[in-house]
Nanobody, 115 residues
């Protein structure tokens, strides 16, 4: 079982920035961030392979968010810039040994963007 611990959420004004961090209990191939806004389905925000060679972003965050990872620290990061009120959601870190489906999930961290 892989444990994931997120941090870095909070309240920020529109146009501001936040950086989320997720640390895993063990090394794992694929890591990513997903989010769920109130009344909406969960959506993929960004995913990254162990080498960083495969990166994918959701359409709504392209150009504003950047995912990165530090394999020595077993951590993945999400730098969020130019935040919008519609980015308000609970953000979940996820991890998997394959890209087919993410098997392990963090507890979530709230991000609130005020207008």
């Amino acid at each position: 079982q892989v444990q994931l611990v997120e941090s870095g959420g909070g309240l920020v004004q529109a146009g501001g920035s936040l950086r989320l961090t997720c640390t895993a209990s063990t090394s794992i191939s694929f890591m990513g961030w997903f989010r769920r806004a109130p009344g909406k389905q969960r959506e993929m925000v960004a995913t990254i392979s162990s080498s960083g060679g495969i990166i994918d972003y959701g359409d709504s965050v392209k150009g504003r968010f950047t995912i990165s990872r530090d394999n020595i620290k077993k951590s993945v990061y999400l730098q969020m810039n130019a935040l919008k009120p519609e980015d308000t959601a609970v953000y979940y870190c996820a991890a998997s040994y394959t890209l087919d489906a993410f098997s392990f999930w963090g507890q979530g961290t709230q991000v609130t963007v005020s207008s």
